[in-house]
């Protein structure tokens, strides 16, 4: 069983920066690929970003790749992610989620999540 809680939302102009936290709970975290999500009102999750259990190998949504990076510290059960170059479109609640499998973007797929945070890029 693997506990989520995210935090490091707020609001930010477009252009800022985020750091997103993912921290977990429970001794088998460091074997659980890990992703980020996000959701707005109405609409289906988004994949974001996933990183594999050791972290040599990440995998982004085509809409923030190159201003968002995924990154894990396993000796401190916690998960990052850093949002650079912000858009009134990111605007979102952002969501970490754990899988005992290989990397994915469906959200479904994924076993454990967290309860979420708010991330509010203003124009």
């Known amino acids: 069983q693997v506990q989520l809680v995210e935090s490091g939302g707020g609001l930010v102009q477009a252009g800022g920066s985020l750091r997103l936290s993912c921290a977990a709970s429970?001794?088998?975290?460091?074997?659980?690929?890990v992703g980020w999500f996000r959701q707005t009102p109405g609409k289906e999750r988004e994949f974001v970003a996933a990183?594999?259990?050791?972290?040599?190998?990440?995998y982004y949504a085509d809409s923030v790749r190159g201003r968002f990076t995924i990154s894990r510290d396993n000796a401190k059960n916690t998960v990052y992610l850093q949002m650079n170059s912000l858009r009134p479109e990111d605007t979102a609640v952002y969501y970490c989620?754990?899988?005992?499998?290989?990397?994915?973007?469906?959200?479904?797929?994924?076993?454990?999540w967290g309860q979420g945070t708010q991330v509010t890029v203003s124009s």
């Open positions: 989620a754990a899988r005992a499998g290989w990397r994915t973007p469906r959200f479904y797929e994924y076993d454990y």
């Open positions: 429970g001794r088998t975290f460091s074997s659980y690929t």
């Open positions: 990183i594999n259990w050791c972290g040599d190998n990440t």
